[in-house]
């Protein structure tokens, strides 16, 4: 049946609708005929017409053509491919209207699913809503009808790359070359087979990783040389790293050498990366998100602190500047080695990091068997389920969790106060990727 809905023609006929929520993705939310439609760049209070994009047993999805009555939050949006692109998804909501929004996802998500609720609301973490975007996954795809290689995100929708000359959201060295990548891309021997490329951007230099399903010549490779040399940050050429096969192929084209890293400065602290290494995209809200986790774990030069999910140190390393002694937990071996590095070269000599699957069986966690003064998580999307019962266990009197998904925080934060006693203490966002849907949050829990 739904097979035979998918395959039904799309009315070409605008629907008119009234649309009263926002969706956890940031589409509209209306009605249309009893059944559920998500409208792109549709906001609630506003009356829309909206073509019908697809078609599915339970809900529809529809695009908003024209406004005809307005939400009072309506703004007109920075950038002139937002509604194609979806890079973003709020640039029509006025900015303090999305931070608004952001927090009463994550009130209504402690509500409905961990039935809990902060002691107290922390002010939301904020920072300039512009160019924020260190690093990004951009598609590439040559178009024959457009004469060019589109690079870019992906169209709503997800199908095509959105034809896009610069970006609003991404670092402006980035934004302000991805025609020159676009023209760069086009030059090469196989300019449609390269499938993607990844932009980090550190405080004092940049780089890119090309995806390439296809070995490129010597003569592809001097282009992308003088490419990189015409391109330098503070004197710094931009990094051209390619990759021919899976994440371990990665290796350095040009210049010879290359480093990224970035910079806390209330913690004198230089933080290298390399360009697959996850760090949070946002440096000014990192640092913020950092003075506050810190201020809530109230750490003094005695204790003992556990960062788990600690990817290369960003917490921890700030952390072991006001405490005696962090441990680190990683999974990724290679984020391990960068954390343990990154102390060495902050002559940091009481931050510990352990190589560990904090999903896996509990007795192999060693590291669990001392006591913690506080624990700092940052668990990904999928939340930190497996590792509750034993941070429970260690009798933590303080818990930051920082999080990207307020779901999987409402239901850990309900297992940490339903079933370990705990109290959630506060709870505050962190506008980590404005003009996207996406919830970064924090919150604190206590036990005497
Ligand atoms: C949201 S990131 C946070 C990283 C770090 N705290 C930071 O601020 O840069 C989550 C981290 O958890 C790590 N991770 C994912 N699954 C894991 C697991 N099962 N066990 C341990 N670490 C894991 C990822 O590699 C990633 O570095």
């Keep these: 049946m739904a097979r035979r809905q998918r395959r039904r023609r799309l009315?070409?006929?605008?629907?008119?609708i009234d649309i009263h929520d926002l969706s956890h993705d940031g589409r509209g939310v209306g009605r249309h005929e009893?059944?559920?439609?998500?409208?792109?760049?549709?906001l609630p209070e506003e009356r829309v017409h909206a073509r019908l994009t697809g078609r599915n047993r339970r809900f529809d999805d529809a695009l908003t053509l024209a406004v005809d009555v307005s939400s009072p939050d309506r703004v007109e949006p920075e950038c002139p491919w937002f509604g194609n692109c979806g890079g973003c998804a709020l640039q029509h909501l006025q900015h303090p209207a999305q931070l608004k929004w952001k927090q009463s996802r994550l009130e209504e998500n402690f509500r409905r699913i961990g039935q809990?609720?902060?002691?107290?609301?922390?002010?939301?973490?904020?920072?300039?809503?512009?160019?924020?975007?260190?690093?990004?996954?951009?598609?590439?795809?040559?178009?024959?009808?457009?004469?060019?290689?589109?690079?870019?995100?992906?169209?709503?929708?997800?199908r095509y790359v959105a034809d896009i000359e610069r970006c609003s959201i991404l670092d402006r060295f980035?934004?302000?070359?991805?025609?020159?990548?676009?023209?760069?891309?086009?030059s090469l021997s196989i300019p449609d087979r390269i499938a993607q490329i990844e932009c980090a951007a550190g405080d004092h230099s940049a780089a890119i990783v090309i995806r390439h399903l296809e070995p490129l010549t010597d003569e592809d490779h001097q282009r992308l040389i003088e490419w990189s040399s015409a391109q330098s940050i503070d004197g710094q050429?931009?990094?051209?790293?390619?990759?021919?096969?899976?994440?371990?192929s990665v290796h350095l084209l040009t210049p010879e050498t290359h480093e990224l890293s970035y910079h806390l400065e209330r913690y004198q602290l230089d933080l290298k990366f390399h360009p697959q290494h996850f760090i949070q995209i946002n440096s000014e809200v990192n640092q913020q998100l950092i003075d506050a986790a810190l201020t809530l774990l109230e750490l003094d030069s005695n204790d003992r602190v556990l960062d788990l999910f600690c990817g290369l140190g960003n917490f921890s390393l700030p952390i072991a500047r006001r405490a005696a002694h962090v441990v680190g937990v990683e999974l990724e071996s290679a984020l391990v080695d960068a954390a343990r590095d990154n102390a060495v070269r902050?002559?940091?000599?009481?931050?510990?990091?352990?190589?560990?699957?904090?999903?896996?069986?509990s007795d192999s966690l060693d590291f669990m068997n001392t006591p913690y003064d506080a624990v700092l998580i940052d668990p990904p999307r999928s939340g930190a389920a497996e590792i509750l019962p034993l941070i429970a266990a260690s009798n933590a009197p303080r818990v930051v969790y920082v999080s990207c998904d307020p779901a999987t925080l409402a239901r850990d934060a309900g297992t940490l106060v339903q079933q370990h006693g705990y109290t959630l203490e506060s709870a505050g966002i962190a506008d980590m990727f404005p003009h996207t849907a996406h919830v970064e949050s924090l919150a604190l829990f206590t036990k005497p």
């Design 11 to 16: 009315p070409a006929e605008p629907i008119t």
């Design 34 to 42: 009893d059944k559920v439609v998500f409208v792109h760049s549709a």
């Design 174 to 186: 980035f934004s302000d070359r991805l025609m020159s990548l676009s023209d760069l891309i086009g």
């Design 237 to 248: 050429p931009l990094g051209i790293y390619l990759q021919p096969k899976g994440p371990d």
């Design 346 to 361: 902050n002559e940091l000599n009481n931050a510990e990091f352990v190589s560990a699957d904090l999903t896996a069986a």
């Design 116 to 158: 809990v609720k902060p002691n107290e609301w922390l002010a939301p973490i904020q920072a300039d809503p512009w160019h924020y975007r260190r690093r990004a996954r951009l598609s590439a795809r040559l178009v024959q009808g457009k004469g060019r290689v589109l690079v870019g995100f992906r169209e709503i929708g997800g």
